[in-house]
């Protein structure tokens, strides 16, 4: 459960009851780079838009191919998307279904950090909903600095300004020096 004291709306706090009352734009990015990486993407998106919390209008990338970043050696190459919907419903239980579909595609949950993987989903934002505490952070700490995730974003909204952030994510991309490439795979899947 996410506490009063770790979570706030930018520009004030949100008590703990105002989840589930508000739809939220909500983000999820999605990699693999095992298996057949593109029917582990679709499945996992499929998989997301049938949460009951999720409404539409239900948004997706195109899918990138890019490189491993800080994975063992001679790790494949990485597909990845992101997805955006209307959500209804509190962030935590999101992310506990996130989890789900992750096991599901059999992603352990006690492997080792930055390993490959049939399937990685992130939360990137719920909203403007800042949280912080052992179990989520939103928004993602990290998803400004990684190209994978901004490329896509870029895709569904170029001008949009993350939650925490003061340029947009076109701005935020042009200015990314991370190494590798991010090579559009496919439109429409």
Same mark, same amino acid.
């Given at each position: 459960?996410?506490?009063?004291?770790?979570?706030?709306?930018?520009?004030g706090?949100?008590?703990?009851?105002?989840?589930?009352?508000n %739809?939220m734009?909500?983000?999820v990015?999605l990699?693999s780079?095992?298996?057949d990486r593109l029917?582990?993407?679709?499945?996992?998106?499929?998989?997301?838009i049938?949460?009951?919390e999720?409404?539409?209008?239900v948004?997706s990338?195109a899918?990138? %191919?890019? %490189?491993?970043?800080?994975?063992?050696?001679g790790?494949?190459?990485?597909l990845?998307?992101?997805?955006?919907?209307n959500?209804?419903?509190?962030?935590?239980h999101?992310?506990e279904?996130?989890?789900?579909? %992750?096991e599901s595609?059999?992603?352990?949950?006690?492997?080792p950090k930055n390993?490959?993987r049939?399937?990685?989903?992130?939360?990137?934002?719920?909203?403007?909903?800042q949280?912080?505490?052992?179990?989520?952070?939103l928004a993602h700490p990290r998803?400004?600095?990684r190209?994978f995730?901004?490329?896509?974003l870029?895709?569904?909204?170029?001008?949009?300004v993350?939650?925490?952030?003061t340029?947009?994510?076109r701005e935020?991309l042009?200015e990314l020096?991370?190494?590798?490439?991010?090579?559009?795979?496919i439109d429409?899947?």
């Open positions: 459960m996410c506490w009063a004291s770790s979570c706030s709306r930018v520009g706090p949100a008590a703990i009851s105002d989840y589930g009352r %739809e734009r909500t983000a990015a990699g780079n095992l298996g029917e582990n993407l679709r499945v996992a998106r499929r998989h997301i049938e949460f009951a999720v409404q539409p209008p948004v990338s899918v990138y %191919e890019t %490189e491993p970043i800080d994975c063992e050696p790790a494949a190459k990485f990845n998307a992101v997805v955006e919907f959500y209804d419903g509190d962030p935590v999101l992310l279904q996130l989890v789900r579909i %992750e595609l059999g992603r352990m949950r006690d492997h390993i490959s049939t399937i990685d989903l992130d939360l990137l934002y719920c909203g403007d909903l949280i912080n505490n052992e179990r989520l952070q998803m400004h600095l190209k995730v901004l490329q896509p870029a895709d569904i909204h170029p001008g949009f993350l939650p925490g952030q340029r947009t994510v935020l042009a020096k991370e190494p590798g490439e991010v090579i559009r795979f429409a899947w």
